[in-house]
Each structure stands twice: as structure tokens, then as C-alpha cells.
């Protein structure tokens, strides 16, 4: 009062902890068609160890299947659906044990692969006629391309039994000019990136005599292109064309110098059809443009042989530079200026990198980068 003061009294203020939910973060990742990617989700806690955090999966993927592969970071591997190449999303969220984040997106990107197209293995029967016309779009495919704009490559030039072919429009005319009942035609057919295996067209039903002094054993040299980082399957085929038809001995007698070649398969040959192949799986081990090399022999029961090269074209492409992990950085409040230094590395050597860091906080980076 006016005239004396009271005691002192201590007001104790308690501060109940409210827990503060986690935060996770946007992301986008991209990956080829048929390829996967793993993706690693992000999130930070104040209340807690960001090690004890828990992700969730709020809505998955509708065009590719997501497979857990790790717990500190929550790391998940994306599978896109078979020949999807278009976007994909995902969200999820972490829980602390109390409290759950807001959620978050990640948007995956699916870059279009190339697929080749098909060839398949058919018999055409002439009808009796010497020459005829009959259209190859009945028997050639392509998921991207208008069957339209494929091109045929006819690897022999005409029929193993010396038949003629034109191709006009993708309308072929095959005419004998040898006389025999049956002719073999191998072929392939490409959309301009990607080439099929090679395949046969069985011409049957021919005017002229049985040659029993063809030919027993037909294979060719083929070149195939394939980029870096990417398989290609070779075909080793080979063709008996004397009756009866019997499976040949196919084998590798040289291994390939920039690439490996594994995934040799049985062999592939239905009873009665002239055609014996084994597929093979080659993958360029160098990120150069060179030319590589197979070489591979078919063998009949005669002990008759004929060695074929598969020449390999390896296309380079520009690989992503990587930065290497940096250490935690600690400083007291109002401390010096903290210095890190940021090492990328670029498999391709020669090309120039620029770094950028970015941030909201504007006490951490003052400058915004």
C-alpha cells in the first residue's frame, strides 16, 4: 500500500512440450520405361530422433509397384508397369509416435524406352504361282510406330533358294527364279531406332522341282546398335535348309572387348522348321562410341560350319555427375562463418559443372544461394 510493501512472491510458469508433428518434403525423380529407381523419403523432427521416425504410404503408385528397401531413410525402389512412359505419383507422410506430418507428393517421371519392333516367323504359300504379292504388315509389329512407317531389311537380299523380292509399300513380290518347291527368306524390320531380331518367311507351295543340292547351312553377320547403360539381345541363328530339317550346334568361339556377354540360352528349334538361335544378353562396359564384336559358329550333324560376326555399335550418352555426402557442420550461435567445400565428380570428363545450393532460410544463406 502507500505505506509498506508486500513480501515477495515467485510466480513459477510452467511450459507444457506440445508435440510438433514431423515434416517431409515434395520430391521428383525420373526413370526409364522398364527401368526402376529407388527413392529415398525425406523427413526431420524437432521433438525426436529423425531416426525413429515412421513413413507411411498414403496413396501409391497407379502405374508401377513401390517395394520398401531400406528403414533409416525409408528408401523405396519404383517399378513402372510394363512400356508405361508417362508420370506417376505417390504421397506419404512420417509419425513421430504422436503426431503425423502433412503429406507429401512424389512425382516420378517414366522416360519413354524405345522398344523394337517384332518380326515374326511365318510360311507364305505362293499358290501354285511362279511370282506373287503379298503384304508384310501381316506379319510385323511395333508398339510406338504405325506398322506404316517400319522399314524391312531382307538380310539375304531375296530367297536362300534364289527367289527374287521387291518391296514397294511394304507390299513384297517374291518371284522364283530358280526351280524349287520351297524358299527361304530371313528378314527383320526396323522404326528407325531399333531393329527386330531376324526372322524367317517360309515361302511354300512353289511350281518347281525339290533341290536336293542346296545349301545345308545359312547364317549372316548382323549389326545391332546399343546405347550405354542399357542390354541388347543378340539372336545367334542359323538355317538348315536341307531335308529333314535338324537342330544345329550354335556356340561362341570369341567373347566381346567392350562389353560383357552373359545369359547364353538354351536353344531355341521346333521340330520340322529350319531354324536353330540362342539369345544372349551384351552389355557395353564403356561409355565410348566403338564398334564391338561376336563371333559365333553353327555347326550341323555333317560337321559343316560357318562362322558370322554380330557387330556391336555403342552409343555414349551423358551420365549424371554425383556430389559426395558432407559432414554435419557445428557452430556456436553468433560463431564464424562455417565453410564447406562441394566436390562433384562427372563420369563424362570433359564437360563443365556448375554447382547451385538453394534455401528458404536467409540466416544460412544470406544470399539465397
Not at 216 to 244: C, E, K, M, R, W
Not at 340 to 363: E, M, R, Y
Request: charged fraction near 20%; hydrophobic fraction near 35%.
Amino acid at each position: 500500500d502507500e505505506e509498506d510493501q508486500s513480501n515477495t512472491a515467485t510466480v513459477t510458469i510452467t511450459v507444457n512440450a506440445v508435440n510438433d508433428p514431423p515434416i517431409v518434403q515434395d520430391l521428383s525423380v525420373f526413370v526409364q520405361e522398364d527401368g526402376t529407381t529407388n527413392i529415398t523419403l525425406v523427413a526431420y523432427d524437432e521433438d525426436s530422433d529423425d531416426n525413429l521416425l515412421v513413413f507411411d504410404i498414403v496413396d501409391s503408385t497407379s502405374h508401377g509397384s513401390l517395394t520398401v528397401n531400406a528403414r533409416a531413410l525409408d528408401m523405396w525402389t519404383y517399378t513402372p508397369h510394363s512400356d508405361y512412359d508417362e508420370t506417376d505419383s505417390f504421397t506419404y507422410r512420417a509419425f513421430d509416435g504422436d503426431s503425423l506430418s502433412a503429406v507429401a507428393t512424389v512425382t516420378i517421371m517414366v522416360t519413354a524406352v524405345n522398344d523394337p519392333p517384332v518380326a515374326s516367323n511365318v510360311e507364305v504359300a505362293s499358290g501354285g504361282l511362279t511370282s506373287f504379292t503379298f503384304p508384310i504388315t501381316d506379319y510385323i509389329n511395333d508398339i510406338e510406330t504405325d506398322d506404316s512407317g517400319l522399314s524391312v531389311d531382307f538380310v539375304y537380299g531375296g530367297g536362300i533358294n534364289g527367289g527374287a523380292i521387291e518391296i514397294n509399300d511394304l507390299m513384297v513380290t517374291y518371284t522364283m527364279e530358280m526351280s524349287t518347291d520351297i524358299d527361304y527368306i530371313p528378314y527383320r524390320v526396323s522404326d528407325g531406332v531399333a531393329m527386330s531380331t531376324m526372322s524367317l518367311l517360309t515361302i511354300t507351295d512353289l511350281p518347281g522341282m525339290a533341290r536336293h543340292n542346296r545349301e545345308a547351312l545359312f547364317a549372316v553377320n548382323d549389326t545391332v546398335f546399343v546405347t550405354y547403360g542399357s542390354i541388347i539381345q543378340l539372336t545367334l541363328q542359323g538355317l538348315d535348309v536341307s531335308t529333314p530339317f535338324e537342330q544345329l550346334t550354335i556356340d561362341t568361339t570369341s567373347t566381346p572387348v567392350n562389353g560383357s556377354l552373359t545369359n547364353l540360352s538354351s536353344y531355341i528349334h521346333t521340330d520340322g522348321e529350319p531354324s536353330t538361335s540362342r539369345t544372349a544378353d551384351y552389355t557395353p562396359t564403356i561409355n565410348v562410341s566403338s564398334i564391338d564384336s561376336v563371333l559365333f559358329r553353327v555347326t550341323n550333324s555333317a560337321s559343316e560350319e560357318l562362322e558370322r560376326h554380330i557387330f556391336i555399335n555403342i552409343i555414349p550418352v551423358n551420365l549424371v555427375p554425383t556430389l559426395s555426402s558432407i559432414d554435419d557442420q557445428f557452430e556456436d550461435e553468433d560463431g564464424a562463418d562455417i565453410t564447406v567445400f562441394i566436390n562433384p565428380t562427372d563420369p563424362n570428363t570433359n564437360d563443365l559443372l556448375t554447382v547451385s545450393v538453394t534455401s528458404n532460410n536467409t540466416v544460412l544463406l544470406p544470399n539465397g544461394s
